[in-house]
């Protein structure tokens, strides 16, 4: 038996448990990271290369300014909620569901009226909806 020190081999820390933690979180944050491109997108609307469509029938119109603000048929809404919108649309419209709708919004105007309006026209059974846009200058 020997009692006498061990023979001692290269002694230090095992760090390959801890360099694989490290690669394995490094790899989990390439994963969940989300990319924000939005911001570089330059978006001009509403533009469109298409010529207007020419009707036979007289449209119901729904002018929607910058600010939000809903005009039927010329006439401004006393404020920008879908239920008045939809009562100045059936007012307009007498029931002629077949009655085409143009949506004529600002391109400042927020997203959310032009949604709005769409989703008045719908509730309200007006299927032959349209938006009006300005002709592509080059």
Same mark, same amino acid.
């Given at each position: 038996?020997?009692?006498g !020190?061990?023979?001692?081999?290269?002694?230090?820390i095992?760090?390959?448990?801890?360099?694989d933690?490290?690669?394995i979180?490094l790899?989990f944050?390439?994963?969940t990271?989300?990319?924000?491109?939005?911001?570089?997108?330059?978006?001009?609307?509403?533009?469109?290369?298409?010529?207007?469509e020419?009707?036979?029938?007289?449209?119901l119109?729904i002018v929607?300014?910058?600010?939000g603000?809903f =005009?039927v048929?010329?006439q401004?809404?006393?404020?920008?909620?879908?239920?008045?919108?939809?009562?100045?649309?059936?007012k307009v419209?007498?029931?002629? !569901?077949? !009655?085409?709708?143009?949506?004529?919004?600002d391109?400042? /105007?927020?997203?959310? =009226?032009?949604?709005?309006?769409?989703?008045?026209?719908?509730?309200l059974g007006?299927?032959?909806l349209?938006?009006?846009t /300005?002709q592509?200058q080059?």
């Amino acid at each position: 038996m020997n009692f006498g !020190k061990p023979k001692s081999e290269a002694s230090g820390i095992d760090i390959t448990s801890l360099i694989d933690v490290v690669f394995i979180l490094l790899i989990f944050f390439m994963v969940t990271t989300t990319f924000q491109r939005e911001a570089d997108l330059a978006v001009s609307l509403p533009q469109a290369s298409q010529e207007p469509e020419v009707s036979k029938d007289m449209p119901l119109e729904i002018v929607i300014n910058a600010h939000g603000q809903f =005009y039927v048929g010329g006439q401004e809404l006393v404020n920008n909620q879908i239920e008045t919108l939809m009562r100045a649309l059936q007012k307009v419209a007498v029931g002629q !569901k077949d !009655k085409p709708l143009v949506i004529r919004a600002d391109a400042r /105007t927020p997203h959310q =009226y032009v949604v709005t309006a769409m989703d008045a026209a719908a509730q309200l059974g007006l299927v032959r909806l349209s938006i009006a846009t /300005t002709q592509f200058q080059e």
